[in-house]
């Protein structure tokens, strides 16, 4: 709402480059409502007012903009200009910011940075993106669990205002590991003179640094956390996890398996359409359209292949699209519970005997009803289409009804199983479930289609 109200206010201001009265304005606001007004600036615009204003100011704001255009604006902007906005970030998304960064630019910068913000960044940027450590923060508080509740609240009282959280508290032990955690209510309601091995909770989920990122997504909804403590492979606390990274890697995993799903291949970029360039949006399309295309010919050569029976039977060409509309149907909706259930880890793919033996169960079910009223559509709506002497429209709709059975079968089968082999082999299921399901379904289902009516019509 207030992107419509004063959007076009703004846009008004900066065309008329009166870009000290607009930062004067985002200064007041949100950072996240700031960010959605400027979503539709260019880059050198949006410089412009971030430098207008005090990096405190900035900052968060630079943070809530999309990826590409906060690595746009950081190459507009000056060696000083640059660092005081990265010293105003909190740590990981100072990394997220310094991996998109040119090295030139990053080596110039850096040195310019405090000692333990430079260490921090190296530390974070060398995680590979997908890993748990390439979305984890350091900017979270540990004390060893010697250390009394009294000394540890002293101590927050005077570090906790350069932290990005407090609400969480770990604990370790004489050897460095990770050991526990306290909530700042467990501080405060603590007894002074305890000390926090005595006070700490035990843990209920950690991650190491090279877990997939996933894993935090499934430990932190299984268990309900705000935050999730990574750790080395030593058990060491390294970094710190946040709900806000959870929501983010979320919103990234949903629309890259959408993509995927609807056959659009490589990396998502965090930018919004109107800023992707025409030539992206084709280089991403085009590869799964191609291949399709060529496996389009196989479909080509199942249907000569059966030349003569559709020449004999014309009728059957009619009911070909609601053949491969119900194979496709069915079989992206058997990949999609597939996936979901893989995802939710309520199923692995060492369960394929116990899936494809339910999903059997479930697609006879389908099976019947769709071909029933396959059945019947052909008996009601084909009566007045020619028919070859001495066949009997029953006997055509029975099998095209049976068919359709087959097809639902198959297709269900197919889909409930590329999921499941494409998890084995560490492949996204979403690449399979969707364009190469639609492909295979689709030959299965004319072979099914025709091979039927050649058999029971003697075609």
Known sequence: MLNELLGPDIEILVADKKFDEVAAFFAGHHPAEDAELMAAMDAAEIKELLVRMTPDVAA??????????????????????????????????????????????LDEVLPFLAQKEREDLKKLVAWPEGTAGSVMTTDYISFPETMTVRQAIESIRHAGAKKGTISTIYTFDANRRLSGYLTLEDLILAKPFLTLGEAKNDLVAEITANADREEAVYNMSKYGLVMLPVVNENGMLIGNITHDDIIDIIEEERTED????????????????????????????????????????????????????????????????????????????????????????????????????KELRVAVLLGVVLGVLAFVRVELLSASTGIPAGMALSRIALTIGFALFVQVLTATIIGALLPLIASLFKIDPALVASPALTTVVDITGLLIYFGLARVLLGV
């Open 60 to 105: 968060p704001i630079l943070c809530e903009l999309p990826d590409a255009v906060q690595v746009s604006v950081a190459e507009l902007l000056s060696r000083e200009e640059l660092t005081h906005l990265l010293e105003k970030m909190p740590p990981d998304e100072r990394a997220d910011l310094a991996k998109g960064l040119s090295e030139e630019q």
């Open 258 to 357: 959408m993509e995927r799903f609807m056959a659009i291949s490589g990396e998502h970029e965090d930018t919004s359409y109107l800023q992707t360039s025409v030539w992206t949006q084709f280089r991403r399309r085009v590869p799964w359209l191609v291949v399709l295309a060529g496996c389009g010919v196989l479909s080509g050569m199942v249907l000569q292949s059966f030349e003569a029976v559709i020449a004999q039977l014309m009728l059957l060409t009619f009911y070909m699209p609601m053949l491969t509309d119900a194979g496709g149907n069915t079989g992206s909706q058997a990949a999609t519970v597939i996936m979901r259930a893989l995802t939710l880890k309520e199923i692995k793919p060492q369960d394929v005997i116990r899936v494809l033996w």
